[in-house]
């Protein structure tokens, strides 16, 4: 598949929301293809190089959150020419559904992931089960998964009840528990908070010989928000595809948490709740003299003075 040099920079966001999803249809029809998947779910296929990006991603997030009200996904055309298929989800959906199941299969038998040299799959949250299940359409590929549930299935974790209502969906059919369904994967990327309880221990459900878990502590449970705002998504996008991320690439890469105010602001009310005086001291003064930070720069002279030491 030859790459493509077409420029691609769409702009929606001054449509509504009928509009919106009009303009999705019909730049999937003019660059590859759009395909509804029932009532919750459509698929958008984007065609340009020989890496494929199978991205699932929250219709509202894309409204809502991006200021083109385009898919993350089409950042990865417009930066590095890349082809994306992006499944659409209206709401909490972890993209268990027969039409989606069966839109895999029919890509799976009609050998759509065989006509790409990489292939990368990538979701948050309950995006990020799907991006997982349904990554073992493609054998081989490489997998991002940001916070991601391994399953509602509730004889496997019963333990977390912020899903409660969403428990009568089916896990346990086809595409089912999500740790399984990365074994044929050449790598698999878990992100999470592990101060984030539930997160975590979802998280460790997904150790396997495959896959890299990486710690992103003091962020919580938005994870694909602070990544962008942080914007290294795309970098860990391209690390992965490339075959490099490894522990010394994401520590590099993290190391944008020292501007990211949200980061910093979760740090330091950690170490106000511990008491931590000295440490709270190291870090605004660390912060003020680096950055504008009128919130640190108040609390460093709020604490105490230092105690004299012979």
């Not at 349904?134 to 977390?160: C, H, I």
Request: a negative charge; hydrophobic letters at 40%.
């Amino acid at each position: 598949m030859d790459e493509q040099n077409e420029p691609f920079d769409p702009d929606l966001s001054q449509l509504g929301q009928a509009d919106w999803l009009q303009a999705l249809r019909r730049i999937g029809q003019d660059n590859g293809f759009a395909e509804p998947l029932g009532k919750d779910h459509a698929a958008l296929f984007v065609e340009r190089g020989d890496t494929l990006l199978v991205s699932f991603e929250r219709m509202r997030d894309v409204f809502t959150e991006t200021p083109a009200r385009t898919p993350l996904s089409f950042e990865m055309v417009r930066r590095n020419g890349w082809s994306v298929l992006t499944v659409l989800c209206r709401g909490d959906t972890w993209g268990r559904d027969p039409r989606v199941y069966g839109f895999f299969d029919q890509l799976l038998d009609d050998g759509f992931f065989d006509e790409f040299d990489t292939v990368l799959f990538y979701g948050a949250g309950s995006c990020g089960y799907a991006a997982a299940a349904y990554s073992v359409a493609a054998p081989g590929a490489r997998v991002l998964m940001l916070a991601p549930q391994a399953t509602l299935d509730p004889r496997v974790t019963e333990w977390d009840d912020r899903f409660a209502a969403e428990r009568r969906r089916d896990f346990t059919s086809r595409y089912g528990f999500a740790p399984d369904m990365i074994d044929a994967a050449q790598h698999a990327v878990v992100l999470y908070d592990p101060r984030h309880r539930l997160d975590a221990m979802h998280s460790a459900l997904f150790e396997r010989r495959n896959v890299s878990r990486f710690r992103l502590p003091f962020f919580g449970g938005a994870l694909q928000a602070d990544l962008l705002e942080m914007d290294i998504l795309p970098d860990l996008l391209d690390a992965l595809a490339e075959d490099r991320l490894d522990t010394a690439r994401f520590a590099e890469l993290f190391r944008a948490r020292r501007t990211h105010r949200g980061y910093l602001r979760n740090l330091l009310q950690h170490l106000e709740a511990e008491n931590r005086i000295e440490l709270m001291r190291m870090l605004c003064e660390n912060v003020t003299a680096r950055m504008h930070a009128p919130r640190f720069r108040k609390r460093l002279a709020a604490l105490p003075e230092r105690e004299d030491q012979d």
